[in-house]
């Protein structure tokens, strides 16, 4: 029983549009949510997170919307440039243990 | 410095070889976990560290037995393992009380299992 998910297994778009990558949970007790970014041969790095407070938060480029009645979330990546293609996992945590449930990933290809 | 550092990138092993996976950081940090990810699946908690004593053990089978030699170092022991264990194996550290919401998780390369 998956707790984080991101049905969208790979995204194509084109250099400097927008790029929206989709999360759905199922456990209301989740208080936080995070993107991760991967490339090949590289651990998952920190992009951004959003409390569960709240309903948007912005860094730069990035912009990750919570939409807790949907039990939803996006990040949206303007303008989207060939560096962010990667894997980009969703994950949630609910307690201090550090422990956090990952998506499946999606991966995201900007072309140039 | 803020690397998590892990050893050997890619391991083979036969099913009764004994082998180790090493995790190294040097960010002070005293929280260490170990993460498995299989191929098209989400990376998924083993085990977790605080303090050098094992705080989160996730029902992991005993073959994988981790070890915390002190607060640098993290190792996973592995024998007898089966086909289905081979994975990508993540290394992971933070301060304590872990504040991973604000993204102070940091992870390693990862460590590539493949058991023949």
């Known amino acids: 029983d998956q707790q984080v998910k991101q049905n969208s297994p790979s995204l194509s778009v084109q250099e400097g549009r927008i790029s929206i990558l989709n999360c759905d949970y199922t456990n209301s007790m989740f208080d936080y949510f995070l993107w991760y970014k991967k490339y090949p041969a590289e651990g998952p790095t920190f992009l951004i997170s959003?409390?569960?407070?709240?309903d948007k938060n912005e860094d730069g480029r990035f912009t990750v919307f919570l939409n807790k009645s949907a039990k939803h979330l996006s990040l949206h990546i303007v303008p989207s440039q060939p560096g962010d293609s990667a894997v980009y996992f969703c994950a949630a945590s609910g307690d201090n243990t550090g422990k956090l449930i990952f998506g499946q990933g999606t991966t995201l290809q900007v072309k140039p | 410095d803020t690397e998590v550092t892990q050893t050997p990138k890619h391991l083979v092993m036969g099913m009764t070889n004994k082998k180790s996976l090493k995790c190294e950081q040097h960010m002070g940090h005293r929280a260490m976990y170990w993460y498995k990810q299989k191929a098209k699946k989400p990376p998924e908690l083993m085990f977790v560290y605080s303090y050098e004593k094992l705080s989160i053990n996730e029902s992991v089978p005993s073959r994988f037995s981790p070890e915390c030699p002190n607060s640098s170092l993290l190792n996973l022991h592995l024998h007898a393992l089966q086909p289905e264990d081979s994975a990508l194996y993540l290394c992971a550290s933070s301060h304590y009380p872990p504040n991973v919401n604000t993204g102070e998780l940091f992870f390693g390369e990862g460590s590539r299992l493949t058991v023949l």
């Open positions: 959003i409390s569960s407070i709240k």
